[in-house]
């Protein structure tokens, strides 16, 4: 064992002071950052607005980040054009290019999508495609919407697609012979007659 001391030595003052100056430095460091960190907070503190507690504010800072948007299932539905769809749903991806993307209006990256057809084009967008999901994301878009914005997505790149118009509405059907008239509507059939009283 004495051999063993004898061979590493004795600690030289500097040595000593090395390993205590090493041993506090992350301690003090840490104390410095959290004091630099705490004045920080406190100086952004004191400078921000103080809060006001009129109606107006409270309800602005109390108001939920998300909003459920209520629809009535009874309503008729009215199927958006291919811009509005576009601005709704399809701009997410297809404006930055996200995703692999072909961007809004980039004609190099809609070239290639555009030569396999309208019909392809919308298969992909009903179904998904690659990274692209079903009807882009959005279950709620009817397949007239889907298939305007593909149309109106494509044209911006150079296509000349005809976006589909909706199916017109039936005409209504002719009252059948001995029917009844529609409330409000006036009888065909003349008033009676003094004569015809008699």
Known sequence: MSDNHAKMGKTTPAQFLTAVLGGLFPPLLTIILIAIMVINIQKS????????????SVEARIKPVGELKIVDASAVHVDMTGEQVFNAVCTACHTPGALGAPMFGNKAAWA???????????????????????????PDLTDLEVKRAI?????????????PEPAAAPA???????AAPAAGAMAATPAPTDAAKK
């Open 112 to 138: 290639p999508r555009i030569a396999k057809g309208y019909d392809t084009l919308i298969d992909h967008a009903l179904h998904g495609f690659n990274q692209m999901p079903a009807r882009g994301g959005n």
């Open 151 to 163: 149309a109106y997505m494509a044209n911006a790149a150079g296509a000349h697609f005809v976006p």
């Open 172 to 178: 209504p059907a002719a009252p059948a012979a001995g």
């Open 45 to 56: 503190h004191d400078s921000a607005e103080p809060e006001s507690n009129d109606p107006a």
